[in-house]
């Protein structure tokens, strides 16, 4: 694989989002790469847990790529949110446990893809949100998953401001279950994964199979309105036009 790790030790698996030149963000190719890492783990008798972490200590992943969305149109952008139709419902389908470490920043579909995991442990200097209305791009797949954890009033505060939490708002609210030192957020999550491993293993998975259940037609009617809204926003070059202000803040620096 070249773009994650995927190591299994005394049956949990570790997944380490590996692109830490660019902060783990993810392009289809990275993207795939997890999707079948986390489908073999489904698979594996030998895994009874999974934990998902980024490399370096600066981002858990700074979400998509944006010089891959950067020449999308309104067709390829309904392409895109197909492909993460698939990576979403990969997560939502896991039957073992699934723990985040979240070393460092989990910013827009990163976030999203931490809050679908079961169990997210995190250190002081990790933030959390939803900044997609910075570079042009609706949100649609973010606000679904955080009204399902947050409710509606504080949803439309992230989205609209884009603002990133720190770890100890996300903390308070819930989206962090468990704030250690930075040097123990692997380690905790390895145990919190072997804890959860040792349960029964068929009730683990119809209890996972439940929480999918019950939100399931809610993420199929946010899917078909991010096709939409996805196309309209992309059709209007507004996301190009933004991006290409955020290349040029950042070649400035």
């Known amino acids: 694989m070249k773009y994650i790790q995927y190591d299994v030790t005394d049956s949990i698996a570790l997944l380490t989002l590996n692109r830490p030149d660019c902060l783990n963000a993810w392009h289809t190719d990275m993207r795939l790469e997890v999707i079948a890492a986390i489908e073999s783990a489904a698979k594996d008798a030998g895994v009874r847990a999974l934990v998902m972490t980024g490399s370096g200590n600066r981002a858990f992943s700074a979400g998509q790529d944006l010089n891959e969305a950067h020449d ?45 995991t079961d169990i997210r442990v995190g250190h002081a200097g990790v933030k959390l949100g939803q900044p997609e209305i910075n570079a042009g791009i609706a949100s649609v797949t973010g606000p679904w998953i955080m009204k399902e954890m947050l409710g509606l009033s504080r949803t439309i505060e992230l989205t609209l401001s884009g603002r990133m939490m720190d770890a100890e708002e996300a903390h308070r609210i819930g989206l962090i279950h468990y704030l250690v030192p ?72």
Request: with cysteine; net charge neutral; hydrophobic share 45%.
């Open 72 to 116: 999308f149109d309104a067709d390829r952008a309904e392409a895109w949110i197909g492909e993460w139709e698939r990576y979403y419902n990969t997560l939502r389908s896991f039957p073992k446990p699934l723990v985040a470490a979240l070393n460092g920043t989990a910013a827009g579909s990163a976030f999203q893809v931490a809050l679908l």
């Open 182 to 253: 930075e040097s123990e957020v692997l380690a905790k999550s390895l145990d919190i994964a072997r804890e959860l491993a040792a349960k029964p293993p068929i009730a683990m998975k119809l209890d996972k199979a439940r929480f999918k259940e019950m939100t399931e037609a809610s993420f199929q009617e946010t899917i078909a309105a991010a096709i939409r809204i996805h196309r309209e926003c992309y059709a209007s070059g507004e996301p190009a036009r933004m991006m290409e202000e955020f290349f040029a803040t950042r070649a400035a620096r």
